[in-house]
């Protein structure tokens, strides 16, 4: 037998003697406001709790009754009071004020200390859960964080708390995580927003008739993760019990047969709808930690929205299927009806099991089409809110039907990117390394690659001009680093035999000496198998006498590497914020040098701001898919990566010395330049993994790449 | 024990090797053989394509000879050189030209990972003329009906500089290879390994989830082999999640996070 609650007079009683009320003058009136509304276990808890901090100072008691509920909703009874705990120790140790602070900044407390001990941060997790949740079959999901500790789902994303500390254990609490995504994986994939929910809510009470539904849904969507997922679902059983104490719940024989009948293999919303009228709210069992809530409001849009695009998407994807199979069939098939539509069949591969897609097969008049890997993802995600294909999304759509433009808009979201849920053309995502945490943050950075328009004007002329003397003598020395072809010899394969090295081979056997088997030459082409590329830095920061150094040197660079025949690229970067940062192609590897080559070099402007890091990751990747036997990557810029947010100081300085040292682990040669009229102190740590030179004037730079040139290709 | 030394090109095999058939490669395969047009097998790695050279080779009754290309293989490694043998130079064959010779069938796995300068000398035997030169000894080998050439290529790669070339390419009949469905791959790993179709399925499972993840942080999923070495260290007891730890997610990620990532997918499983 649950005891009663207590009534309001009650609690003021009780408070009045923890506060000292008639002394202190505090209102117990406000405080016994919120406790009222509690059961009576929560108003124990914080009366017992508040009892207790009344012993060491009545106004710290007061604040925390005031701010327990709002502490009961971000934590659980453990913290809470370790919570309390802090705050009287802050009270003995340092006074009244810092003690307050603690009870007031209740937001700082759960995120630093006892959530560190063996909560599990989103943050931290997101890069396996996300992985995690991809794995599982049907719509690619993203996940985000909640706004309230409550998790959900809007049916594209999974929105979680920042935080989840119920357990002791951090392991369990990222279970908790796991089971969370599952079964929000579970409610999208199985189909409860499927339900009319409208029509069901609909009735004098929805609040109750929400909560109903959301505990057969339950039932049925576990039975569905049990088969699906055996191993969660017992981990999600042991959850279950950890996290709630009475855990032998007895159930009538109605019950009995509900689960029974939402648990079988077959079963679908529509017995979730049937079983409402077999239940009575009185029955229903307390919802568990992994469960979070259903928030209708935030589904209804979306699925509209993605439906009705989908749906585009799809029957356009049939039009231009159905061109394909008319091509191929152009010889038999003679006359063709533009005006009329073309329909597809879908063919179903039965395997009771589930629809999974791969069994999915569209036809057209009669014949298997190919479903090309963009058409099954859409499929797939149409399928998971329908349970098919609905019959109207299999006309492909007519000529000028849809204007596709309007769901594009959406998709440039440069958000939506960084989950990795959808790869935007030319959109590609990088890690960034975080020293203080001495981990990549996944997918962080969003890089696009644009171009520069060309500027046509005296620029290339003038500078050739005005470094004719220097032109010159550089032209001298790469000439000398050209190579030639060597015959090498005394080799032990080769394409010839060492005649040399046989007859003396023959003079020592002949003289009882051991015969060598180096008898071979070899032709080797001293080809110089070299390719660099340039990374300019467009930052903002570059205005003026930077950028006009860094085209000049550009422009001497490319007339002499031209002598050596090297493969060589140019890339501007420039950017803000993680999420834009922008690439500029000035010369691609496969590009000639050319006059639209040189007016881009001509256009180089200042952008933005620097970072640094993502940018030498990309220019690895680059490099990663060139065939050379030595690859150069050069930095040309002034030195400070710096960006909008946090890319400031050390975190971004670490980032860019991690990400040379990933270049220089894939056997890339990072060396980079610094244009600065005064060397910085922290150049030396950040470039260690690298070399580095700093100059102040232009006419050193092609000399100075001359110099890298003769140490790294000879 | 003693093993015996056999030259490749005297390497019959005797035992049919199971090679579970997913269309019409047999058919195919015989007919290009019949025809005497040389084949290329695209897929991705570890999904059959070996076995079902070995399966064609019995089928045939013609040895096999398998080289794997990497990037210093030479033209000389495929056709053969001289060495110095008794004070004298000797002309020794590679397996290329061994293969001409004994009317073997050549299989050249991962042709694109072998330099392109090498890749060259298997044109002439790949169009009509099928012959083989050997510049060094100043010889022209021709090719019997016998003779087979079948190359391999794993498109996935996606690397420009790992692409085949057409003019290579252009030579060949392809046959595509793909993972087989789901229920076909668990027959698969129950026939090599005795494991029970329950597990099996599971396997067959985590391969997909692994496979969709292809692109989104996975360069490439589970093939069929890995779900065939994580089923055999079932087979001896390993629990089925750490089977799937050092078999398949160790092979195909070196990213923790992946990795545990995977690890939480095998653990839902099993
Ligand atoms: N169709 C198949 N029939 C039988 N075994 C197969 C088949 N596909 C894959 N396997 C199994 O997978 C393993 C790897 O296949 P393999 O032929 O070596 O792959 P590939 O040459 O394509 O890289 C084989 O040893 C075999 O156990
Ligand atoms: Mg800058």
Redesign the interface.
């Known amino acids: 037998m649950p005891r009663p609650t207590l009534t309001f007079e009650e609690i003021i009683e009780r408070l009045d003697v923890y506060f000292d009320a008639e002394f202190t003058f505090i209102k117990s009136e406000d405080a016994a406001e919120l406790i009222i509304k509690q059961p009576r276990s929560i108003q124990d808890f914080i009366l017992n709790l508040c009892k207790r901090i009344s012993a060491t100072n009545e106004e710290l008691a007061f604040q925390f009754t005031m701010n327990s509920i709002r502490a009961l909703e971000a934590m659980d009874q453990h913290m809470v009071e370790a919570w309390a705990m802090t705050a009287t120790d802050n009270y003995d140790r340092k006074g009244l004020t810092p003690a307050m602070i603690v009870i007031r900044d209740l937001d700082n407390y759960v995120h630093t200390a006892h959530v560190n001990a063996c909560g599990a941060v989103l943050d931290e997790e997101i890069?396996?859960?996300?992985?995690?949740v991809?794995?599982?079959?049907g719509r690619?999901l993203k996940i985000a964080e909640a706004e309230d500790n409550h998790a959900y789902t809007d049916t594209e994303t999974i929105f979680l708390p920042a935080i989840t500390a119920l357990l002791e254990e951090s392991k369990d609490n990222f279970l908790i995580y796991?089971a969370t995504v599952?079964f929000h994986w579970a409610q999208i994939q199985f189909g409860t927003f499927r339900l009319p929910f409208d029509e069901v809510l609909d009735c004098d009470d929805p609040v109750t008739q929400l909560k109903k539904i959301t505990a057969l849904e339950t039932i049925r969507l576990e039975a569905c993760i049990k088969r699906e997922?055996?191993?969660?679902y017992r981990?999600m059983q042991i959850l279950k019990q950890k996290t709630t104490d009475n855990n032998e719940q007895t159930h009538s024989d109605n019950w009995q047969n509900v689960v029974d009948k939402l648990s079988a293999i077959d079963a679908c919303v529509n017995d979730t709808l049937h079983c409402l009228e077999l239940i009575s709210d009185k029955q229903l069992p307390d919802s568990c930690c992994y469960q979070g809530v259903l928030k209708l409001d935030q589904v209804t849009d979306i699925m509209q929205k993605r439906i009705e695009k989908e749906k585009a998407y799809f029957r356009i994807a049939l039009s231009e299927l159905a061109k394909e199979s008319l091509k191929k069939n152009k010889e038999t098939t003679e006359d063709t009806d533009d005006n009329e539509t073309t329909t597809f069949n879908i063919k179903t591969r039965n395997d009771k099991q589930q629809i999974s897609n791969?069994l999915v097969e569209l036809e057209l008049e009669g014949e298997l089409v190919a479903i090309p890997d963009h058409v099954k993802e859409l499929m797939t995600s149409i399928i998971v809110d329908f349970g098919e294909i609905p019959p109207e999304h299999l006309h492909a759509a007519g000529p000028g039907e849809y204007d596709l433009k309007k769901y594009e808009d959406e998709m440039l979201n440069p958000d939506d990117v960084w989950q990795?849920t959808y790869?935007e053309e030319g959109a590609e995502l990088y890690n960034e390394w975080n020293f203080k945490r001495q981990h990549y943050h996944?997918n962080w950075c969003v890089l696009r690659e644009l171009e520069i328009e060309p500027k046509y004007d005296d620029f290339v002329e003038d500078t050739l001009d005005k470094h004719k003397g220097l032109l010159k003598s550089l032209r001298h020395t790469f000439e000398i680093l050209r190579g030639e072809d060597k015959l090498l010899k005394r080799q032990v394969?080769g394409?010839d035999?060492d005649i040399d090295a046989l007859v003396e081979a023959?003079a020592d056997?002949k003289s009882g000496m051991e015969?060598t088997?180096r008898?071979?030459t070899k032709m080797h082409k001293e080809e110089r198998n070299v390719a660099v590329m340039f990374m300019v830095d467009m930052s903002g920061s570059t205005k003026g006498w930077i950028n006009d150094a860094e085209r000049e040197s550009l422009i001497l660079l490319c007339e002499v590497i031209q002598i050596l025949g090297d493969r060589f690229a140019i890339y501007g970067f420039s950017g803000v914020t993680r999420t834009r940062c922008e690439l500029y192609k000035i010369k691609a590897f496969d590009e000639e040098y050319n006059d639209e080559i040189k007016g881009r070099i001509s256009n180089i402007q200042p952008k933005d701001y620097t970072r640094m890091g993502v940018f030498i990751r990309h220019m690895t990747r680059i490099f990663?898919?060139?065939?050379a036997s030595t690859k150069l990557l050069i930095t040309i810029s002034d030195g400070k990566p710096d960006d909008y947010d946090t890319y400031r100081g050390e975190y971004g300085v670490e980032d860019t010395r991690q990400a040379l040292y990933e270049a220089h682990r894939d056997g890339i040669h990072p060396y980079c330049i610094t244009i600065d009229e005064e060397a910085r102190d922290y150049l030396p740590h950040m470039y260690g993994a690298a070399n580095y030179s700093v100059i102040d004037d232009v006419t050193q730079l092609p000399l100075k790449v001359s110099d890298i040139y003769r140490k790294l290709t000879t | 024990m003693q093993s015996k030394a056999l030259k490749p090109e005297e390497y019959f095999i005797k035992d049919e090797p199971y090679y579970q058939t997913v269309g019409d490669e047999i058919a195919i395969f015989e007919a290009a053989y019949r025809q005497s047009l040389p084949i290329l097998l695209k897929g991705p790695t570890g999904c059959g394509k070996t076995r079902f050279m070995e399966h064609m080779a019995w089928r045939l009754k013609r040895p096999l000879i398998t080289v794997s290309c990497h990037d210093d293989l030479t033209a000389s490694d495929l056709v053969g050189r001289f060495l110095i043998s008794g004070g004298e130079t000797v002309w020794v064959d590679g397996p290329l030209a061994r293969s001409v010779r004994h009317g073997a069938i050549c299989y050249l796995d991962e042709i694109v990972e072998a330099r392109k300068d090498t890749t060259v000398v298997i044109h002439p035997l790949a169009d009509d003329r099928r012959v083989l030169p050997m510049e060094k000894v100043g010889e022209i080998l021709e090719a019997t009906p016998e003779f087979c050439l079948a190359i391999s290529y794993n498109p996935g790669y996606q690397s420009v500089m790992k692409d085949l070339k057409q003019s290579t390419r252009q030579r060949f009949v392809a046959l595509e290879f793909d993972y087989p469905d789901a229920a076909l791959e668990a027959e698969i790993i129950i026939k090599e390994t005795g494991i029970d179709t329950a597990t099996a399925n599971l396997l067959v499972k985590f391969a997909h989830m692994t496979r969709d993840l292809k692109g989104s942080g996975l360069d490439e999923g589970a093939s069929t082999r890995l779900l065939v070495h994580a089923a055999k260290l079932i087979h001896e007891g390993i629990s089925p999640v750490v089977a799937c730890k050092t078999a398949i997610s160790q092979a195909i990620t070196d990213d923790a996070d992946m990795m545990v990532a995977m690890h939480e997918l095998s653990s839902s499983l099993f």
């Open positions: 890069s396996i859960l996300l992985p995690f991809q794995g599982l079959s690619k796991k599952a997922l055996p191993g969660l981990d791969s990795g790869h996944k394969y394409d035999i023959y056997v015969m088997d008898l071979f990663n898919g060139v065939d």
